[in-house]
């Protein structure tokens, strides 16, 4: 959306866009800058990759159901705040919501909770703020 945007705002997959959608919302409603982009982690890992080594902005929202490796995946390679959202589907999105929560040490990533993609921006734009 934006050349110089604040966040990337990332989904797995276009099944998850009612919850991308939530996210954008409150987003614009803020008047913060994303930049939107369908990337799996296990189908387009090197798309991926790319798209963070590139990538100037400040935080990250990785929205992602099942095994939901998205979050963790970004947590590796940069060291800008991720903050995950468990998409529901099976399990009722807790398969991705312990995914997204039981990351290793030193590769943190902040969880809200399953389907909620507001408190995710939410959650951005008060890192955002950190800095104003």
Do not use: Y
């Not at 490796?69 to 099976?90: C, Q, R």
């Not at 902040?110 to 104003?132: H, P, Q, S, T, Y």
């Amino acid at each position: 959306m934006a050349d110089m945007a604040e966040v990337a705002v990332i989904s797995g997959s276009t099944s998850d866009a009612a919850i991308t959608e939530k996210v954008k919302k409150v987003l614009k409603e803020n008047n913060v800058t994303f930049d939107e982009q369908i990337i799996s982690a296990h189908r387009n890992p090197d798309k991926l990759d790319a798209f963070i080594k590139k990538s100037e902005v400040k935080v990250f929202i990785a929205i992602a159901g099942l095994s939901a490796a998205l979050p963790g995946v970004i947590a590796s390679k940069t060291d800008k705040p991720v903050i995950g959202v468990p998409v529901s589907g099976t399990l009722n999105g807790l398969d991705a919501l312990l995914a997204i929560a039981q990351m290793p040490k030193g590769v943190p990533v902040a969880c809200v909770g399953v389907d909620n993609g507001e408190n995710a921006a939410w959650l951005a734009i008060r890192i955002l703020n950190l800095k104003n």
